[in-house]
């Protein structure tokens, strides 16, 4: 076995054993902290396949964005950080169909593995970065979608803004002097 | 907009304040001592305390007139005072230190440094600035007895010469009193015819004399 | 560049590339722990002298060995684990958070030839890197069962997440100008003296004088961010142990502790170089090509980090801690328009230059 062979192995059993712990774990918070380390053997697969770029948006993303989210939101949810998840009179119903969905994956996942037709083409020259690629591709080819995306963002961002302002909007002409002079960093004179 | 923009210069403005005041006093010479190897005093030139400074208190006792304001201001009483009145035929004749005669012997004054909260309110009471804070502020020991201090410049023996003198000359005005009556009673029963007046006067001051010995 | 590359080559000629691996992994650790005690005496020194006081000055000369003394009593201490903490979680937030700071580390490049792992993504890394921290922060927060730890670790959290956008903006700004995210290139570009740093704006000929105003302001947002990324004064709103003990450590004892202590000093350290790296030339001199060779640049290197180092714990002693919610006034209506009013700049100084 090479030194590649042991990484992967290594990542491997970080995914799978955080993975099965994000599963089966009855603390909630337990399961949330879990995924961080299933998130972070992703971005090591990421690495070890000479995409540097994915792997540190994975970290960038998941481990530093949606994952933090995901905790405040358990925190913030009252009474439920105390909470043993458990399963009621239907439980053992649900493992049936769990088995059932995750054997027709596995499956399904199998199938489609062996099937398709992979490109094997030896990788004749190591790429310095993807980063400059992506970003080719980025603004020619996807363009629009990258635009889309974008504006989808911005409008989220201002839909946001425009919750968090709501009763600031009615009672005043939002001015933003208005606002800022009302705050106390202001230094009073 | 205009306000905002101020608002921001000005903030970062008085931070660069304040780093500079801090900088400054960055490279200033610093005020701490490092206490036990180098004793305050030697840096600040000897008897030269910070003002306010409570340390163990001092008496002078050359200054001091025996007149116990400073054991009635104490909260916590824990000073002792008893004087003993100068006797007129005692050989020794003190002076205070400002040149004016001693009345009392200061036969004993303790201080118990253990009870002592050093408040300093004895100092600001005491007429003759007799008693007052020293220099010296370390007075850990390890039996509490040694922080009963002793002022009095007499020890047991001298007090009880004193007293001795004290209670000799009492017995002699006592004795010169009754002997003074005794003679004014001969006078009188020699000049039985003589004024009325007179006689009576003579016995109203032996009397006062002698209410005057027993209260010393 | 594969210059960075020269050590480890060096090394695995003689050793094999698995210790090889090992030892350059080693050299960032061992420059973590001698530089944390030497900004631990650092603070305890300045801050004293600012209050016109000596310091530690009985363990050894001039109290030298005082951090030493004070990291053997944290070995020392008991290591408790409150009753009602959820234990593993308790026990792994330390380590993720000094994770977080040693990973930044890695791909700082100390030298031309010398980063411990050369990563052309240097810049992005560090950003993404750091938000481990605010994972343990919100791990050790919330496992401590108590109520300080956890409000300390909420605000901790907010704090970095929304000092993390114009902390990313300064760096995007750079990175737009410089064309790249390797720290490496970054700072190559801006050899050839002083006037070449970023902050003076960049490389470019005598045209570049416009610009300057601007990269000054993104430094100082930088910093601005940084010390709030770090949770330091003024910003240690999650730590303020007026109202909050002493936030999301409070529960820790001990060699835990000692970590959580560590990292801060390490996050420091790393703030430090990457505003060293982005704008003010990294490994290079000053000086142009004068005392510019490889073992100078390390010198180069830590003098300049040191010195936001030590401009960080001056900023601690002169300013009074700021409310939570100035601290957002300062981060959304302040920092992040004058970022990107910056930004703009920048990259406009990037397309023509
Ligand atoms: S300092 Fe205060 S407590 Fe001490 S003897 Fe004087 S009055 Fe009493
Ligand atoms: S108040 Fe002063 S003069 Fe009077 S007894 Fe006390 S020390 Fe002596």
Redesign the pocket.
């Known amino acids: 076995m090479n030194l590649e062979a042991v990484i992967f192995y290594l990542f491997a059993l970080i995914i799978v054993a955080s993975g099965g712990l994000v599963v089966l774990s009855k603390n909630i918070m337990h399961a949330a902290f879990a995924l961080m380390f299933t998130l972070f053997g992703l971005a090591g697969f990421y690495a070890m396949l000479l995409s540097d770029f994915l792997a540190v948006s994975q970290i960038m993303i998941y481990v530093g964005g949606i994952l933090v989210l995901i905790i405040f939101g358990v925190m913030l949810t009252s009474k439920i950080t105390g909470v043993e998840l458990k399963t009621g009179p239907i439980g053992k119903v649900n493992y049936l169909f769990g088995a059932a969905i995750s054997v027709i994956i596995a499956c399904g996942l199998s199938l489609l593995f062996t099937n398709s037709k992979w490109i094997e083409k030896p990788v004749d020259k190591i790429p310095d970065s993807s980063i400059n690629a992506i970003g080719y591709s980025l603004l020619t080819e996807y363009i629009l979608v990258f635009e889309v995306a974008a504006v989808l963002l911005l409008i989220a961002l201002i839909g946001a803004a425009l919750i968090a302002h709501k009763d600031q909007i009615i009672d005043s002409d939002a001015s933003s002097n208005e606002i800022s002079t009302n705050n106390d960093i202001k230094i009073k004179e | 907009m205009i306000n905002y923009l101020k608002n921001i210069i000005k903030g970062f403005s008085t931070i660069l304040v304040g780093m500079k005041v801090t900088f400054i006093n960055l490279f200033r010479p610093n005020v701490t001592v490092q206490y036990p190897n180098v004793h305050p005093l030697v840096r600040a030139g000897s008897d030269k305390m910070p003002d306010n400074a409570?340390n163990k208190?001092n008496v002078i006792i050359p200054k001091c007139t025996g007149c116990k304001s400073?054991e009635k201001?104490?909260?916590?009483?824990?000073?002792t005072i008893e004087t003993t009145k100068v006797a007129s035929i005692d050989t020794e004749k003190p002076l205070m230190e400002d040149g004016k005669k001693r009345v009392f012997w200061l036969s004993q004054f303790d201080?118990d440094?253990a009870?002592?909260?050093?408040?300093?309110?004895?100092?600001i009471?005491c007429p003759t600035s007799a008693?007052v804070h020293s220099t010296d502020f370390e007075y850990s020991c390890y039996d509490r007895n040694e922080l009963l201090v002793h002022f009095s410049p007499f020890n047991k023996e001298q007090v009880a010469e004193k007293k001795r003198i004290l209670a000799e000359e009492v017995k002699q005005k006592a004795e010169k009193a009754l002997a003074d009556k005794q003679a004014a009673e001969k006078a009188a029963q020699e000049q039985n015819i003589t004024d009325s007046k007179i006689k009576s006067s003579d016995d109203q001051t032996s009397a006062n004399q002698n209410i005057q010995n027993n209260s010393n | 560049m594969e210059n960075h590359q020269f050590l480890f080559n060096f090394i695995s000629e003689y050793t094999g590339d698995i210790l090889a691996g090992v030892l350059i992994a080693i050299i960032p650790l061992a420059l973590l722990l001698v530089y944390a005690l030497v900004a631990i005496y650092g603070e305890l020194k300045i801050a004293s002298f600012i209050q016109l006081k000596l310091g530690p000055m009985r363990t050894g000369k001039w109290g030298l060995l005082q951090p030493v003394a004070e990291v053997f009593k944290l070995l020392q201490k008991e290591d408790i684990t409150p009753d009602g903490a959820d234990k593993p979680l308790f026990n792994l937030a330390p380590f993720i958070i000094f994770l977080g700071c040693y990973a930044a580390l890695s791909v700082l490049p100390l030298s031309s030839h010398f980063a411990p792992s050369g990563l052309n993504i240097g810049l992005f890394f560090i950003i993404a890197i750091s938000s481990l921290a605010v994972l343990g922060i919100v791990m050790g927060g919330w496992a401590s069962n108590n109520k300080y730890s956890l409000i300390g670790a909420m605000r901790s959290v907010s704090q970095i997440i929304s000092y993390e956008i114009p902390a990313a903006m300064c760096i995007l700004g750079v990175a737009s100008m410089a064309h790249s995210l390797d720290m490496n290139v970054i700072s190559a570009q801006q050899q050839g003296g002083f006037w070449n740093w970023y902050v003076l704006g960049g490389p470019a000929g005598i045209s570049k004088i416009w610009l300057i105003p601007f990269t000054v302001v993104m430094f100082i947002v930088y910093f601005v961010t940084s010390l709030a990324e770090t949770n330091r004064t003024p910003f240690d709103v999650p730590e303020g142990e007026s109202e909050l003990v002493a936030g999301y450590h409070t529960e820790y004892s001990g060699m835990k502790f000692a970590f959580f202590y560590l990292a801060e000093y390490g996050n420091m350290f790393v703030v430090s170089a990457i505003m060293t790296v982005i704008f003010f030339g990294g490994w290079s001199s000053p000086f142009g090509d004068f005392l510019n060779s490889p073992i100078w640049q390390i010198f180069w290197f830590i003098a300049k980090s040191m010195f936001f180092v030590g401009l960080q714990i001056w900023l601690r002693w002169t300013l009074p801690r700021t409310r939570v919610d100035q601290l957002m006034y300062l981060c959304w209506k302040i920092l992040l328009p004058l970022s990107m009013v910056c930004f703009l700049a920048m990259a406009l100084g990037g397309m023509l230059y």
């Open positions: 409570r208190l400073c201001a104490c909260p916590v009483n824990c000073i201080i440094f009870k002592c909260c050093f408040c300093g309110l004895c100092t009471a008693i």
